[in-house]
């Protein structure tokens, strides 16, 4: 491809709306062009990384036996009726309706429309396993959609999905998906670490995700530095500080006069904040929630919502805590009554706490759950901090940031249960199948791999990705020689199976030599009347920096992967 007919535009500086140095190098290297927020689309050289960026993934799904498919973007609304998913996803989900107003759905995953293609084709024992895939637009109605190409309107995702006859299959499908994620980040240049993820309220069992570590990054992640516990924050497991013990003392009432948070009622008694136990209301699928966790422990909403397998927490409003009457600040499970009490196990194993009163400006101390209070339902719901003890191996646990590149789910029968994917076994026997399923998003794989792979003066591509093989920067074309030699290079470069860029454009060599740092292709040719004296081509390593100048046939063979 010669540059001068590129319709390429690169960018000396980034516009200001870019802070992620992928966006801000995206919009230098004239990779894309935004539309709308959430909204963009590529040039030809964008494209062509996108294309070698589900190239590596389709290879590598295609090695574990996996099956292309394709489904129809445009999904009826009654598929997700079905599973239930067109009033759970709510918002996210972009609806519209035909000329006969017949409602549709723009597909945000398409775990509906590969159980509905599965069970058109699934009937015996025989038919199993199998692992579909498809590599297609998604659209999803983010509220908030940031970073360039990290959260998208519209993306391209690649979703896979895997039916099998037990768990113990799925297992072994699990694995494949697991390998082959392990592999396509490796070949794209992205470092990235697996970690447990929530898996849902209803159905899943194991999740994983992969996790590019950035401080960028949306995702709090723990890791424990000793035993390589890795979990993300929501899913994070932790041994909470042991209570202060002793034996269980006589309840009494204290006058607590403005103490309304647990760190100024701990100061004011004279008290740890692991002694006192915090109240937290919430409304779950819209009734009301009353939430005991030790003092110096905070919810982990999702924890919360899947011990209750509930749809939808959030924080109780001002208008349901005056009705119920419940006093914010001296607030307790004593005496409570008109509502279920959800307590985390750390407020229901220590003795003696500080709990409120239900009476402003009074608190009880020495409450002990069974004697003075019981929870409904006591679960672990505490949200892991950094510095929180791994529950593995004690070591203090630590915050990092990252970007989910992909995610490998045990989904379970939910699906194929709502859809009806379904085989009878060796003895004629019905089941649904067990489903797993296993995506990555293409475009986020793009912001991730400029990410990981750019210097101050460009991007850096790794091989598996770079848009073209080889940069040829040729200088000096209107002077004698110059145009067959270049004809000569390109014929070699062809013969090869090579692809180049050529820069034959009449600007000076510090232009195009900034524009192909920017550009990032991995090896620059710079062809002129000073390297063919020299004996050829000078070949230089964009990301080392390092130059030889050789012959044109040992520089085309250099290239040859
Ligand atoms: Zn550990």
């Given at each position: ?40 689309a590529f040039t030809p ?15 590598e799904m295609d090695r ?208 740890e904040e692991r002694q ?286």
């Amino acid at each position: 491809m010669r540059m001068s007919r590129l319709m390429l535009k690169t960018l000396r500086e980034a516009p200001s709306e870019a802070e992620l140095e992928s966006h801000k190098l995206l919009l230098r290297a004239g990779l894309v062009t935004s539309f709308a927020a959430g909204l963009y689309a590529f040039t030809p050289m964008g494209w062509r990384v996108i294309r070698r960026i589900e190239a590596i993934i389709r290879e590598e799904m295609d090695r574990t036996g996996a099956q292309e498919v394709r489904l129809p973007e445009l999904n009826p609304v009654e598929l997700w009726e079905q599973s239930g998913r067109a009033q759970s996803m709510g918002q996210t989900l972009f609806r519209l309706a035909d000329r006969k107003e017949r409602g549709f759905v723009l597909g945000p995953t398409h775990e509906e429309g590969m159980s509905l293609l599965a069970s058109r084709h699934i009937q015996s024992y025989r038919d199993l396993p199998v692992t579909l895939y498809q590599i297609e637009t998604k659209f999803r109605d983010e509220p908030r959609p940031r970073g360039g190409l990290v959260r998208l309107r519209e993306f391209t995702m690649k979703d896979a999905y895997s039916f099998d006859a037990d768990w113990e299959a799925l297992d072994a499908s699990y694995a494949a998906a697991y390998q082959a994620y392990v592999r396509i980040f490796e070949r794209a240049g992205v470092p990235v670490i697996p970690v447990a993820a929530d898996s849902g309220a209803i159905g899943g069992k194991e999740s994983q995700e992969f996790v590019y570590l950035t401080e960028d990054g949306e995702d709090e992640i723990l890791l424990c530095p000793k035993c390589g516990y890795a979990a993300n924050a929501e899913k994070a497991e932790f041994t909470p500080p042991p209570p202060v013990p002793g034996a269980a003392l006589p309840i009494e009432k204290v006058a607590t006069p403005d103490q309304k948070t647990i760190a100024s009622l701990a100061k004011f008694l004279d008290v740890e904040e692991r002694q006192t136990v915090k109240a937290v209301f919430y409304k779950v699928d819209g009734n009301p929630v009353f939430v005991a966790i030790r003092g110096d422990l905070d919810v982990n909403e999702v924890k919360l919502k899947n011990a209750l397998k509930a749809q939808d927490v959030e924080p109780m409003d001002e208008a349901m805590v005056r009705r119920l009457g419940l006093i914010a600040g001296s607030a307790s499970a004593v005496g409570l009554e008109g509502m279920p009490v959800v307590a985390d196990a750390s407020a229901t194993t220590a003795p003696n706490l500080v709990a409120g009163a239900n009476e402003d400006g009074f608190h009880l101390l020495n409450t002990n759950h069974g004697r003075d209070w019981k929870a409904d339902v006591v679960a672990s719901i505490a949200l892991a901090r950094g510095g929180d003890a791994c529950a593995t191996c004690g070591t203090p646990l630590e915050v990092r940031r990252g970007m989910e590149m992909g995610h490998v789910f045990k989904l379970g029968t939910l699906y194929s249960e709502s859809i009806g994917v379904n085989y009878l076994d060796e003895g004629g026997e019905r089941h649904p199948c067990v489903m797993g399923c296993y995506g990555i998003g293409v475009e986020r794989m793009l912001a991730a791999i400029i990410e990981a792979n750019h210097d101050a003066n460009g991007i850096c591509w790794p091989g598996d990705v770079t848009p073209f093989d080889v940069h040829v920067v040729a200088l000096n074309l209107d002077q004698d020689g110059m145009t067959p030699a270049l004809a000569e290079l390109e014929e070699a470069l062809e013969a090869s199976g090579l692809s180049a860029l050529v820069d034959d454009r009449p600007d000076s060599a510090g232009i195009k030599f900034k524009d192909a740092d920017l550009l990032g292709i991995p090896t620059r040719f710079t062809l002129s009347p000073r390297s063919i004296e020299k004996g050829g081509i000078e070949v230089r390593d964009r990301k080392s920096g390092d130059t030889a100048v050789v012959s044109v046939a040992e520089a085309v063979g250099g290239l040859k992967r």
